[in-house]
């Protein structure tokens, strides 16, 4: 007798591509309880462990949700790269608890009555983005800026970063700072009243990344006040309050 229906697709389905936890590789699961944990997290401080972040004056406050190690860079490698679309319903609902949690800390810079708070996202290249078939950055920053108006924050999603250019082979330090810089578009000068802003990327390392960002937006009416990120490699820790404004 042949099975049929729903649930013999699924699984001739796994047959053909199985189905298994990016974290530890459990079989028959799309993440397992245990991987997913830690995205259950509240989000904290993690500016201190990237360096490149403390060339800015004011500090920014950066918020992460777990540390990027073991299964955590395992989820996330699968989904930026392994074709794991899937994963994002994971990921956004973390990010958008996330946000949540950190809009309270937020509310110290942002003034009663100001302008939506723009979440903008650390743009990915072009061609990342055609070999993903998805803006995974911007998936991030929808998500955040759910979490904010959860909290009551008008919130919205402002791409007014643009990638910067590869740096050349053999470019020095400084060069390949300044050739993988983003820079503001157009559309991020044309606001009337300041609004703060809320960078959002999926992992800090050195933090160089974040850092060109809100160089980039230095001297527009979006002002970065906070960053909010999936995973740091030094993991999140406990730091001061936001200073930046």
Not at 94 to 113: C, D, I, K, Q, W
Not at 155 to 165: D, F, H, I, K, S
Request: some cysteine; aromatic content about 4%.
């Amino acid at each position: 007798m042949t099975e049929s229906g729903p649930g013999a697709a699924v699984r001739l389905g796994r047959l053909v591509v199985p189905v298994e936890c990016p974290g530890c590789g459990a079989d028959d699961v799309r993440w397992c309880d245990e991987c997913e944990a830690p995205w259950w997290e509240p989000p904290l401080r993690c500016e201190t462990g990237a360096p490149r972040l403390s060339a800015l004056d004011p500090p920014l406050p950066v918020w992460s949700i777990a540390e990027l190690d073991g299964p955590v860079h395992g989820v996330i490698a699968a989904w930026k790269d392994a074709g794991r679309r899937d994963l994002g319903a994971l990921l956004g609902a973390a990010m958008r608890r996330a946000a949540a949690e950190v809009a309270p800390a937020l509310a110290s810079v942002v003034a009663p009555g100001a302008a939506p708070v723009a979440v903008v996202p650390c743009p990915a290249r072009a061609a990342h983005t055609r070999r993903r078939g998805a803006d995974l950055p911007r998936a991030l920053a929808e998500a955040a800026a759910a979490g904010l108006s959860d909290r009551g924050f008008p919130a919205a999603v402002r791409a007014v970063l643009v990638p910067g250019r590869g740096a050349s082979r053999g470019a020095g330090d400084r060069g390949r700072w300044r050739a993988g810089a983003p820079r503001a578009s157009r559309d991020a000068w044309v606001s009337r009243e300041a609004s703060a802003a809320l960078l959002v990327d999926d992992v800090v390392t050195t933090g160089a990344t974040l850092a060109r960002a809100a160089d980039a937006l230095a001297g527009t009416p979006i002002v970065p006040v906070g960053a909010l990120v999936l995973a740091s490699a030094q993991g999140p820790s406990r730091g001061p309050s936001v200073g930046r404004g």
